[in-house]
């Protein structure tokens, strides 16, 4: 019987981002080139109807695009032709344009500030930082804490 050997492990540099990473990557790849469409097709509008739309999806040679109301979607149609044009000049294989009626999302909410990492927070920080066998974790953690600390002690009356 033989003995199985485990497998060399690869050696990592640290913590990889979510979206370099299998199914998520894929994901952002899509969604950043959706974006890009968006952004290139919607250019080639003209203003009004430019800040009214939406691109949404290529699906099967259909160029989806969102629109808020039937008004704001005849108006686009219109351009059908434009469109098509300028996204075949980008390599697109499209063949038709379907507008949808529907509210576009809001834009992303304004967040409060962030509010300044205590000094208690700081020391647990540190805490954990002294716990950890992977040096790079534990400098990110002790990074983190120095700026607790930090915009803990920029509060505090000067003398």
Request: charged share 25%; glycine share 6%; proline share 10%.
């Given at each position: 019987?033989?003995?199985s050997?485990?497998?060399p492990?690869?050696?990592t540099?640290?913590?990889?981002s ?41 699906r ?5 695009f ?16 434009q ?6 000049a ?25 509010k ?6 700081a ?22 804490a120095s ?8 509060d505090?009356?000067?003398?």
């Amino acid at each position: 019987m033989q003995r199985s050997t485990p497998s060399p492990r690869r050696p990592t540099r640290g913590l990889k981002s979510a979206i370099d990473v299998g199914p998520i990557a894929s994901l952002a790849r899509r969604a950043k080139q959706l974006d890009d469409l968006d952004r290139q097709l919607r250019q080639t509008l003209p203003n009004p109807l430019r800040d009214q739309v939406r691109f949404a999806d290529l699906r099967e040679g259909r160029l989806v695009f969102l629109a808020p109301s039937p008004a704001w979607a005849s108006r686009l149609r219109l351009h059908q032709a434009q469109i098509l044009e300028a996204a075949r000049a980008m390599g697109t294989r499209a063949s038709s344009v379907t507008v949808k009626v529907a509210s576009l999302p809001p834009g992303l909410p304004e967040l409060p500030p962030a509010k300044p990492l205590s000094v208690g927070a700081a020391g647990h920080l540190q805490a954990a930082a002294a716990s950890m066998s992977d040096p790079e974790l534990r400098a990110m953690f002790l990074r983190l804490a120095s700026v607790a600390a930090r915009g803990a002690h920029d509060d505090e009356p000067q003398d």
